[in-house]
């Protein structure tokens, strides 16, 4: 008998079994702020600057936004702030630490868990009686902690109870008896879920879950109790450390300054702990004044004597460091007052008042701009120019924005003393602009001798990540400064670079158009819009300090902080702000209303002429390489030709010819573009390459590969064939809602128009006619609905949207839609192996046996990878990290990432035992690629999968918005509230509470939604309506034996899964009674990815298909032979492919047409249909 489904005993968030959880109990955080629908001017990842006043007031500063923004809970006075994306740290005028977490959909969650142990008694059976030597009746999950359920406090004010205590009956992905228990012959043992004769002891775990509230507000860090343990007042903080080798995720390295200048380290900072736990105090050679710590392993302080100190030995087994080294300042004369550091560069300010870094003496905000590897000292100052949120009801004159540039050269342009009056135009650049920000600390406050310098991580980063004559720009957090133990001589004889900063000067009288030019931004600052009047001297913000660690600044996609029109009279500017977008819009309409009646009106005077040329011919001709088709095969340089004939009735036809030598004889190939059925780039490091399919060549796995010199030549290629494809096939425009969506494994995206025919019963059109073309973008995941709605994820997790357009990337002008195209990027972790052998004489090694793989390889072993000689999966991406261990690889790792096996290949553990011969490592490096397309970000959280519901044939679309699941990248359950088709980003998420984390989720067209778990296993979600959308209770389904799942697929009433092995599996027995269903069914091996759509048709991405060839990684298959009285199918059709890894067909509700004998057949019942009934 298979196992039943079970309910959770019980969910979190008060979700008691099979009962449906009140709405008001229900973890449902939503944004305070409703996203408008496809915001136009969010193209960017929307990060934060914070600043203090003088006053003490915290104000941040959006890269999206134009104003500084004054902090929501603003009844405390600060004197510092280190932030970073999530959060921030402050020092308040009380001396008392602070973090502010923002607020976010996603809950911060912390599990509690607590044991309960019984032996077994001769007599009355198990029982709460323990022997002397065992555990304590309630203990931690080792034993040796006592830990009672009401001795679980909460660990500060800022934390409230989510549930109460529950048992936990899941174990390793399968339900336990009824009380969760599970056994063992002894304490400490291996337990498992049966009983067995021998079983003398058994536990069961329960859980409670406690939330983090103090959300948007600045929560106090808790004190000890003990006055002798209480550190001492702190004058400076620096947060950073939350890129320590990539590992563990979410933690943060707080360092603190006392008073009497004593170190100070919070220890157990993270996502899931924003407060820590406690103070550590770390011994220094001198007495400190203040400290920076970075993104990764860079921390300096500055001491009373004006020298610098190291924190040398900071790894992710010990972020606190081993030792100090001290540097001495640039100058023997005059110490260093302030420090600052990034990712590998340190910034710094001496006593002598010059700047060997960032900092200035107006007290404005000033940003680094041109930092890059190779030039870290940057080029010039850029002025932050931006009004307060509260000051937009002052108005300021229009003549003012050019006033407040500040260019920083040979001398510094910019400042006056009064604001300039509408009646004074000749004197209108010399005085300062309404709002002109002023710098972090003046230079000479001798109250306050650490300067003015942006503390911690934060001009680093911003610095860093800031490269002026690239774009993207290679962030700063990705290059490393290795600091280990022994370099103290070598950390002193660093060189130091001089910046100075010369005496602010007055601006003489002249036209913005004389202002220098900076080589990529302009030096100008801009005003908010809409400003009339000039604001009082009073109103000016004066800034005492910056954190910009929360800050990323990309060079192609810069902040309106700095920005101006240049060259334009301030009555042209004037001007050019009152017009609105829909009078352009209007304009725009009209122009080309007339254009249209001119065109119209001259063509009627020539209609009764003959035409002179019945059809024209276009030829465009180039050198390209072709991979020829016999043995043996390599690359050859050929000559091709696209012709393109346009006949009278205005259709066209192109045919590419392939000209090539063979034994010095002349020969050709040709190709008719309305055969080919995808363009495809191909994945290769050292060539721009692609490939065209035809139907033949898709069955025969070798479709004709084209490699061109530059990566230009290659886009332009790709863009005038798959034009010319287009135009033949008269396919043209945005994607209809039942398009059907893939992604290669390159993560170029690819739609499909699905025939009528496709879905048919008898006869339908074979996959590998189907014809494909590329939309711009890249993404490794992509969702769609039928209604239009389309979402996709990044290799980062970035989720994206789909914004109606067509083209972008290197499809440009008639290939692409000419708005609703936007910059994108992606980000991904490359991986190699270094493996060795273990050896009685000098332990482990990298020399292996002669049968051994490469001592530096992939995952398999088979290729040779080395550090040297791996380069980014294609030209089109870069660098912009260095290799790393990567210490989250399945199975675990010890400390230093290694894991062990009895020899190659085998099964790896992270824990060394004696029989184990052989180890490996996993590094990782990072690559970034920016390219356009018709995407927009889908803010701020990061997600690991999506599914969009698939709306059945005779569902009725528009009566209810789009029901839209989630998981995030920690493994969090969200429903997105609010999709529809006006909105398709939605406005909130809803967190739906789970017992562990989830990696995969699917929605059906009846609302089933089936999720798996990290640890194999799957969950049903019931009652789950439009009017309830995040439905009140888990049932737990075991997954098949001896297998885990990782994928799951819904349709209208198939449920279809995927394991580790690629094995796929069908799930019986779903009724409307029981929808959890009954058993697990095989369908077929060899399986990475499934996609079941509204009319339960299945398309998956097979691993391999015979026939292929060796660099084919993935191809499209379509199960044939599905109907309601065989939902598995009978067999597979093969299509487009290798190099696929994802496809949705769940926005292809089209049905095919019915023969006549299915016409005549009576009407199944109900259940021949399917057991669920929408």
């Not at 939503?30 to 496809?38: E, F, G, I, K």
Request: hydrophobic share 35%; glycine share 8%; proline share 7%.
């Amino acid at each position: 008998m298979p196992l039943p489904a079970r309910p959770l005993a019980r969910a979190p968030g008060g979700e008691a079994r099979l009962s449906r959880q009140p709405r008001s109990q229900r973890s449902r955080l939503r944004l305070a702020r409703r996203r408008p629908r496809l915001p136009l001017a969010a193209t960017m990842p929307n990060s934060v600057l914070w600043a203090v006043d003088l006053f003490g007031r915290v104000y941040t500063l959006s890269t999206a936004g134009q104003y500084w923004e004054l902090c929501k809970d603003a009844q405390l006075e600060f004197k510092r702030v280190s932030a970073t994306t999530q959060c921030c740290w402050g020092i308040a005028c009380d001396n008392q630490v602070y973090v502010y977490v923002c607020a976010s959909d996603v809950p911060i969650r912390r599990r509690e868990e607590a044991y309960e142990n019984q032996r077994w008694n001769p007599v009355g059976g198990f029982c709460e009686k323990l022997l002397l030597s065992d555990r304590w009746l309630w203990s931690d999950v080792s034993g040796l902690q006592h830990r009672p359920l009401d001795g679980v406090a909460l660990p500060s004010p800022h934390w409230e109870w989510e549930s109460d205590w529950y048992v936990d009956e899941n174990f390793g992905g399968e339900p336990t008896e009824k009380g969760g228990w599970t056994y063992a012959i002894d304490f400490p043992a291996t337990y498992t879920r049966d009983k067995k004769w021998n079983s003398c002891v058994r536990r069961r775990k329960w859980i409670r879950y406690r939330r983090y509230k103090s959300r948007d507000i600045w929560a106090k860090i808790p004190s000890k109790d003990d006055p002798k343990e209480l550190p001492d007042p702190f004058n400076d903080l620096s947060v950073g450390g939350w890129e320590i080798m990539e590992e563990p995720v979410g933690r943060l390295s707080v360092w603190a300054v006392s008073l009497q200048g004593r170190v100070w380290y919070r220890e157990d900072v993270s996502h899931s702990n924003p407060e820590g736990s406690s103070w550590s105090l770390l011994d220094t050679p001198g007495e400190v004044v203040q400290i920076s710590c970075g993104p990764h392993d860079l921390l300096w302080a500055t001491l009373w004597e004006g020298q610098a100190l190291v924190r040398e030995g900071i790894n992710r087994s010990n972020p606190k460091g081993s030792s100090w080294s001290i540097v001495e300042p640039p100058g023997s004369e005059n110490g260093i007052m302030h420090v600052s550091v990034g990712v590998s560069v340190v910034w710094a300010v001496t006593k002598d008042r010059k700047v060997w870094g960032i900092g200035c003496e107006d007290r404005a905000v000033y940003f680094r701009q041109g930092v890059t590897p190779s030039e870290l000292s940057g080029k010039t100052w850029k002025a932050i120019v931006v009004a307060r949120e509260c000051d937009r009801s002052h108005s300021g004159s229009s003549s003012s924005l050019l006033s407040a540039g500040c260019f920083f050269g040979d001398e510094v342009r910019g400042s006056g003393e009064s604001a300039p009056s509408d009646t004074d135009a000749s004197s209108e650049i010399e005085r300062p602009g309404p709002g002109q920000p002023l710098p972090a600390e003046p230079l000479d406050d001798s109250r306050n001798p650490t300067g003015s310098l942006a503390s911690g991580p934060g001009a680093g980063r911003t610095t860093e990540d800031t490269v002026e004559d690239a774009c993207p720009a290679k962030s700063g957090r990705e290059a490393r400064l290795d600091t280990h133990p022994g370099q103290a001589s070598t950390l002193a004889e660093l060189p130091w670079t001089n910046i100075d900063l010369k005496e602010p000067k007055k601006v003489p009288s002249h036209s913005a158009a004389s202002f220098p030019e900076t080589n990529s931004l302009s030096s100008l600052g801009i005003l908010p819009l809409g400003l009339e009047e000039p604001y009082g001297a009073d109103d000016h913000p004066l800034w005492a300090w910056v954190s910009a660690g929360g800050c990323a600044v990309e060079a192609c996609a810069v902040p309106r902080w700095f920005t101006v029109q240049a060259g334009l009279s301030p009555s042209v500017q004037t001007l050019s702000l009152s017009i609105t977008p829909a009078q352009t819009a209007a304009w725009r309409k009209q122009i080309f209303q007339q254009l249209t009646e001119r065109t119209k009106r001259e063509l009627e005077n020539f209609r009764h002429y003959e035409q002179a040329v019945e059809q024209s011919v276009w030829v465009k001709t180039g050198a390209l390489q072709w991979w020829c088709d016999w043995k043996p095969h390599k690359w050859l340089d050929v000559r091709v030709a696209l012709e393109q004939f346009t006949g009278h009735d205005g259709a066209r036809d192109s045919i590419l010819f392939i000209y090539y030598v063979v034994h010095e004889e002349k020969k050709y190939i040709h190709m008719f573009l309305n055969e080919v059925t995808a363009l495809v780039p191909v994945l290769n490091e050292t060539k721009h390459s692609f490939a065209l399919y035809t139907p033949e060549r898709t069955r025969q796995r070798w479709p004709v590969r084209l490699a061109a010199a530059t990566e230009q030549d290659m886009n332009d290629w790709l863009a005038l064939l798959s034009l010319s494809c287009c135009e033949s096939r008269k396919v043209q425009g945005r994607p209809s809602p039942q398009a059907i969506w893939s992604v290669t494994c390159k993560g170029d995206i690819f739609v499909s128009e699905p025939s009528l025919d496709l879905e048919a019963h008898e006869h339908p059109l074979p996959c590998d006619q189907m014809f494909w073309r590329q939309m711009g973008g890249h993404l490794r995941v992509v969702e769609a609905n039928s209604r239009g709605v389309v979402w996709g994820l990044g290799y980062d997790h970035t989720a994206w949207v789909y914004t109606g357009g067509y083209g972008g990337g290197c499809f440009q002008g008639l290939a692409s839609s000419t708005s609703n195209i936007y910059t994108q990027s992606d980000v991904k972790c490359v991986h190699i192996y270094e493996n060795q052998r273990w050896n009685p004489v000098t332990g482990y090694t990298s020399r292996g046996l002669p049968t051994d793989r490469y001592m530096w390889s992939d995952a398999s072993g088979l290729q040779e990878c080395t550090k040297a000689g791996t380069k980014p999966p294609s030209l089109q991406w870069a660098w912009v990290s260095d290799w790393f261990v990567d210490f989250s690889v399945p199975g675990g790792t010890d400390q230093e990432g290694w894991q062990y096996a009895s020899d190659f290949p085998a099964s790896y553990h992270g824990s060394k035992t004696m029989k184990d011969f052989v180890r490996r490592r996993c590094w990782a490096r990072k690559c970034k690629l920016v390219t356009s397309g018709p995407w927009l970000e889908v803010a701020p959280i990061a997600l690991r999968d999506v599914s969009i519901i698939p709306e059945s044939p005779s569902a009725e679309g528009s009566g209810h918005s789009i029901a839209l699941w989630a998981i995030s990248d920690k493994g969090d359950v969200l429903c997105r509230l609010g999709v529809s088709e006006l909105n398709p980003a939605g406005s909130s998420w809803l967190h739906v509470g789970t017992d562990q984390p989830f990696m995969s989720i699917s929605i059906g067209a009846c609302y089933q939604v089936w999720a798996v778990a990290r640890d194999g296993s799957a969950f049903y979600r019931g009652s789950v309506y439009p009017s309830q959308p995040a439905g009140d209770c888990w049932y737990h389904i075991p997954p098949p034996p001896r297998q885990r799942l990782k994928q799951v697929s819904v349709g209208q009433t198939s449920v279809y899964a995927l394991d580790d092995n690629g094995n796929l599996w069908y799930r019986q027995g779903i009724t409307p009674s029981y929808p959890q269903g009954s058993s697990w069914e095989h369908v077929s091996n060899n399986v990475c990815r499934v996609s079941v759509g509204p009319l339960d048709q299945v398309w998956v991405i097979a691993s391999k298909v015979q026939g292929s060839h060796s660099l084919s990684r993935g191809t499209v298959c379509h199960r044939t032979g599905v109907q309601p009285h065989e939902p598995k199918g009978q067999g597979w059709d093969y299509g487009i492919g290798g190099g696929w890894d994802h496809i949705s067909v769940r926005a292809n509700a089209t049905r095919g047409p019915r023969s006549s004998s299915q016409e005549q057949e009576p009407s199944a019942p109900p259940e021949a249909y399917g057991p669920i009934c929408c």
